[in-house]
C-alpha cells in the first residue's frame, strides 16, 4: 500500500491521538485508572437532568425528532438555531449579528481544522502562510492539524511569578512579530491546557496587531463566556469583524453531540460552510436540537452561572487543596493561577527526568496525566521548561484527584531521591 504525504502526515502517533486513546481505554478499561488526562467534562448531576428531560421532549414530539433525524440541514447549520444564538450574543454582548455570521461545525476540533488551513500553507503566489500562536504553551489538538509541515508558529509565553507556589503566563509583545507570512492569530481565552485567561488588555493589543496586518484574529472560547463560562476570575468577551469567535457545546456536558460554533464575517462563515459542504455535507443536528430552547429562553446562561461555573470553581478549589497537601513544602512545585476550563498546570523547575518520563511512570501507577511536551510545538529554540509541565484535569472525582496528586508526589520524591 502506497501512502501519500497526506496519510503519513495524519495517521501518525500524535500527542492528541495518544491523549484520546488514554481517554478511551481509561473509560472503557477494567483497571482502577485515576484519569487526570483528556478533557472530558465532569458529569454534572443538574446538567444530566437537563438532556435527559430534553431528550424525553423531543422523544414525544415526533415532528422535532424526525427533523432531526431525518433531514439534511444547510451547510452552515440549522437556520433556526443560528438566528437564535445570534439573538442571544446580540443580547449578551451588543454585537450586531445575524445567523450569517454563525456557522455549525462537528465539533471545534473539525472547526480548527478548516480554520487553520484556511489561513496557513501555501498561497497562490506560492508563499507559505502560518498561523502565529503567540502565547506558548497552546492547545495540543491545535499541533497536528495544519496540512503542510511548518504552517504553525508559536512564541514561548513571559512568565510571571505571581505568589509562592504559584505563577502566570503573559504574551511576550516584546518578543511578538507579526511578519508577512503570517496568516492569522490564534489563542484560546481560557487557555487549555494552562487554565489562564489573556486579560481584556493583551485581547485588545492582539486584535489590533491583527487588523494592522489585515489578518483573522481566532479567539477559541471552548471554556468561556456566555456558555459554559468555566471562568474564574472577570474577562471580556470580544468579537470584531476580524475576530472569529469558536465556541462549543461540549463542556455544557455535551461532548459527544460534537457541536462547534463559529461566529465571524460573513466572508468567514461562507468559506466555513463550502468547506462543511465538501467535507461532510451538513452537520449533526443532535446538539442544535437539544440546546435552541435553551439559546430562545435564555436558560442556557442561567445554568451556566448558576451551576457549571460553580460546579468547576468548587472543583478547582479542592483540586488545588490537594496538591498542596500532597506537595507539601519538599518538593518545589509552582501551579498556574487557575483561572478557567478544566486543568491545573503544574511546573516542576528541577524535575531531574522529563515529563513525558514522568507521565510514563504515573500511568504504570494507575494514574493519567497528559505530558506537557506536547503543548510545546512550533517553537524555534528549545526551552527547558517545555519539559517540566504537566497537564492535570480535575473535572472528574475529588477523592480520585486527591488519591492521584499523593501518587504524584510519592513518585516525583522517588524520582529525586535517585537522582540527587
Known amino acids: 500500500m502506497r501512502m501519500t504525504q497526506f496519510a503519513q502526515r495524519f495517521c501518525k502517533k500524535t500527542g492528541i491521538l495518544e491523549l484520546m486513546d488514554d481517554l478511551g481505554q481509561a473509560m472503557a478499561g477494567s483497571t482502577e485508572m485515576r484519569m487526570l488526562g483528556g478533557g472530558n467534562p465532569a458529569h454534572i448531576p443538574e446538567i444530566n437532568q437537563l438532556w435527559r428531560a430534553r431528550t424525553q421532549e423531543i422523544l414525544n414530539n415526533g415532528q422535532e425528532l424526525e427533523e432531526t433525524l431525518a433531514n439534511y440541514d444547510t451547510p452552515r447549520g440549522k437556520e433556526s438555531f443560528l438566528e437564535a444564538m445570534a439573538e442571544l450574543l446580540n443580547q449578551k454582548f451588543g454585537w450586531n449579528l445575524t445567523g450569517k455570521n454563525i456557522a455549525i461545525t462537528n465539533g471545534s476540533q473539525t472547526a480548527f481544522f478548516l480554520l487553520l488551513n484556511l489561513f496557513s500553507g501555501h498561497d497562490t503566489k506560492g508563499q507559505l502562510n502560518r498561523v502565529m500562536f503567540p502565547l506558548c504553551p497552546e492547545y495540543i489538538g491545535y499541533a497536528d492539524q495544519a496540512v503542510e509541515e511548518g504552517a504553525l508558529a508559536t512564541r514561548p509565553a513571559k512568565i510571571n511569578l505571581t505568589r509562592p507556589g504559584f505563577f502566570k503566563y503573559g504574551v511576550d509583545f516584546d518578543n511578538l512579530e507579526i511578519s508577512d507570512d503570517i496568516g492569522a492569530l490564534c489563542v484560546s481565552r481560557p487557555t487549555n491546557p494552562t487554565g489562564n485567561v489573556l486579560t481584556d488588555q493583551e485581547v485588545h493589543k492582539l486584535s489590533a496587531l491583527a487588523a494592522s496586518k489585515d489578518i483573522p484574529f481566532i479567539i ?130 528541577e524535575l531531574p527526568i522529563s515529563s513525558f518520563e514522568l507521565y510514563q511512570r504515573l500511568k504504570k501507577r494507575n494514574v493519567l496525566v497528559v505530558s506537557g511536551h506536547y503543548f510545546f510545538y512550533g517553537l524555534e529554540e528549545d526551552w527547558d521548561h517545555s519539559k517540566q509541565c504537566l497537564r492535570l484535569s480535575y473535572a472528574q472525582d475529588p477523592q480520585d484527584f486527591r488519591d492521584a496528586a499523593f501518587i504524584m508526589a510519592d513518585e516525583i520524591r522517588k524520582i529525586m531521591d535517585q537522582n540527587p
Not at 475576530?243 to 464575517?265: A, D, F, H, Y
Not at 449533526?284 to 470553581?313: C, W
Not at 519538599?330 to 511546573?347: M, N, S, T
Open 220 to 349: 477559541d472560547n471552548a471554556y468561556g463566556a456566555p456558555f459554559p463560562n468555566i471562568l474564574f476570575r472577570e474577562a471580556t468577551p470580544f468579537w470584531d469583524h476580524h475576530v472569529i469567535l469558536s465556541m462549543s457545546l461540549s463542556k455544557l456536558g455535551l461532548p459527544s453531540v460534537r457541536t462547534g460554533i463559529l461566529v465571524g464575517s460573513e466572508e468567514i462563515i461562507d468559506a466555513v460552510s463550502a468547506c462543511n459542504a465538501v467535507l461532510s455535507l451538513s452537520n449533526g443536528s443532535l446538539g442544535q436540537t437539544l440546546v435552541h430552547p435553551l439559546v430562545k429562553n435564555g436558560d442556557l446562561l442561567r445554568i451556566s452561572d448558576e451551576i457549571i461555573r460553580p460546579f468547576y470553581a468548587e472543583r478547582a478549589k479542592t483540586a488545588i487543596e490537594s496538591m498542596q497537601d500532597a506537595f507539601s513544602t519538599d518538593i518545589p512545585y509552582r501551579l498556574h493561577e487557575c483561572e478557567g476550563a478544566l486543568f491545573l498546570w503544574l511546573w516542576l523547575p
